[in-house]
């Protein structure tokens, strides 16, 4: 997970699920189940370890001889011995059976503002059932959830939340979406699956925020199953990926590329990063490359660093690099730039690319006035792209 705008606890979620005990929630419990973690969170209180975490059988790898597999979900291509891990230290060989220890188990779960996540044309003003379990197949130095992201699924406390019950959930909070967000959804993608399935029986929205990190199969069975993916664009380069991520960038790209294909609603985060991605030429490049590989409709939020993690050493990005990079954006076509983590930035709302009136007038995480009625600029009639409708 990168350092966007979207943190269960303000990058601090080490503790059990903020829905817990019965399966039926009023929207009064819930925050105040929410404000009980934070107060835990805050003072560091001890958490006891689950030690033997539950497991499911993983669906994406194939059995090697002498009881090794390879994993078929993301491109790290672990091939962990009997007993041995992956590098997203929730999938474990065990005889020769891979399995996911995560599944059921959420560390996180919280109702967050569409707009957090962040995604900016799905459904505006509206709620969303959010959740993450531990773990991440990167290991990027700035972080913002690495207390979960990093962490081994015995370390932090869980309860057991059956897919049908994070369902229930989103009906009761009357959220017309589920999000699977805060650490990397690939690494619980069995559990992100089946909730998936019943949500949208249900007609629910699912929307993912992912690192983007994942093989062609796995994505196209889940772009048949949600309705719209964010993926975190780091850098526009190769080497960044490596010694900043522990990845690499064509995956991403191709991902990317593929989700577009699939007519799957797309956003896409750059994190600022300032002396190690903030180059005016790369994001220039990278401008060119959105607009002519995915058109010019596709929303791109740029986001502010701030020091945290591994990366306590820099500083802030700066607001005028920010404005640089939403200048150059917009200089190269794309019509739907942003900018996060900077209240009050003329970036936080939407613009008609037509008429250039304000559509979408946004402070921070609240959505203040809204002019697109039935998808088209209530203005001039422009049709603005997204998901306008629950």
């Not at 090794?68 to 929730?90: F, K, N, T, W, Y």
């Not at 985060?269 to 190690?276: G, R």
């Not at 979408?360 to 306008?388: A, H, M």
């Amino acid at each position: 997970m990168s350092q966007s705008d979207d943190s269960p606890l303000d990058g601090c979620s080490r503790g059990r699920p903020a829905i817990e005990g019965d399966r039926r929630f009023t929207r009064r419990a819930f925050l105040r189940g929410s404000a009980v973690l934070a107060a835990a969170a805050a003072v560091n209180l001890p958490l006891p370890l689950r030690s033997t975490p539950n497991s499911v059988e993983a669906r994406y790898y194939e059995k090697l001889g002498s009881r090794h597999v390879h994993c078929l979900l993301c491109p790290q291509d672990c091939r962990p011995a009997d007993g041995e891990r992956g590098l997203c230290r929730v999938r474990e060989n065990r005889g020769g059976t891979y399995y996911t220890l995560v599944y059921g188990q959420p560390c996180a779960i919280h109702l967050d503002p569409i707009e957090k996540k962040p995604f900016f044309h799905v459904l505006p003003g509206t709620e969303a059932v959010s959740l993450s379990t531990v773990g991440c197949n990167l290991t990027c130095k700035f972080c913002q959830n690495w207390q979960i992201s990093q962490s081994r699924p015995e370390d932090v406390e869980t309860r057991y939340t059956a897919p049908a019950e994070i369902v229930d959930q989103a009906l009761s909070l009357r959220a017309p979406t589920v999000a699977y967000t805060y650490a990397e959804p690939i690494i619980f993608i069995e559990y992100m699956e089946d909730i998936a399935k019943l949500s949208r029986a249900k007609r629910l929205r699912n929307v993912v925020v992912s690192n983007g990190y994942i093989r062609k199969e796995p994505l196209l069975d889940l772009c048949n199953l949600v309705d719209a993916i964010k993926i975190d664009l780091k850098a526009f380069e190769d080497p960044y990926y490596r010694s900043i991520c522990g990845a690499t960038l064509r995956p991403v790209l191709d991902t990317i590329l593929m989700i577009h294909s699939q007519k799957v609603w797309i956003e896409l985060v750059y994190l600022v990063v300032p002396t190690l991605n903030d180059g005016e030429a790369k994001i220039k490049e990278m401008a060119r490359w959105i607009a002519s590989s995915l058109g010019p409709d596709v929303p791109l939020h740029f986001s502010r660093f701030f020091p945290q993690y591994r990366l306590e050493n820099l500083p802030p990005t700066p607001v005028s690099t920010l404005d640089m990079a939403y200048e150059t954006c917009r200089e190269a076509g794309l019509h739907y730039v942003y900018v996060g983590n900077v209240p009050g930035h003329k970036g936080e709302s939407t613009y008609c690319p037509n008429c250039s009136r304000k559509i979408i007038t946004r402070g921070g995480y609240r959505l203040e006035s809204i002019d697109v009625k039935n998808g088209t600029c209530r203005f001039c009639g422009q049709k603005i792209p997204g998901i306008w409708e629950a």
